[in-house]
């Protein structure tokens, strides 16, 4: 996870750098770890939403393969 998100401020920092480089190094550098920042945040909230859906699916996994038997079950003829 700590690799991800250093990841994303590289890239992040990196992308602001060439956007803002037409306005001058100073401003480029300046704001390369807003950018970086922005992005890691982007991205532990996209991890973080990952990581909660993946913990439903798993209880609602469990709920549904327990009511199985349940409605395979051959309706009674009288």
């Given amino acids: 996870m700590v690799i991800v998100l250093m990841l994303a401020a590289w890239v992040g920092g990196l992308i602001?750098?060439?956007?803002?480089?037409?306005?001058?190094w100073l401003i480029a550098l300046a704001g390369a770890p807003f950018g970086g920042?922005?992005?890691?945040?982007?991205?532990?909230?996209?991890?973080?939403?990952?990581?909660?859906?993946?913990?439903?699916?798993?209880?609602?996994?469990?709920?549904?393969?327990?009511?199985l038997p349940l409605i395979r079950?051959?309706?009674?003829s009288y």
């Fill in 37 to 67: 920042s922005a992005l890691v945040l982007i991205v532990s909230v996209l991890v973080a939403l990952r990581d909660a859906y993946a913990e439903k699916a798993r209880s609602n996994q469990h709920l549904s393969t327990s009511t």
């Fill in 73 to 76: 079950q051959r309706p009674r």
């Fill in 16 to 24: 602001t750098a060439i956007a803002l480089w037409p306005f001058g």
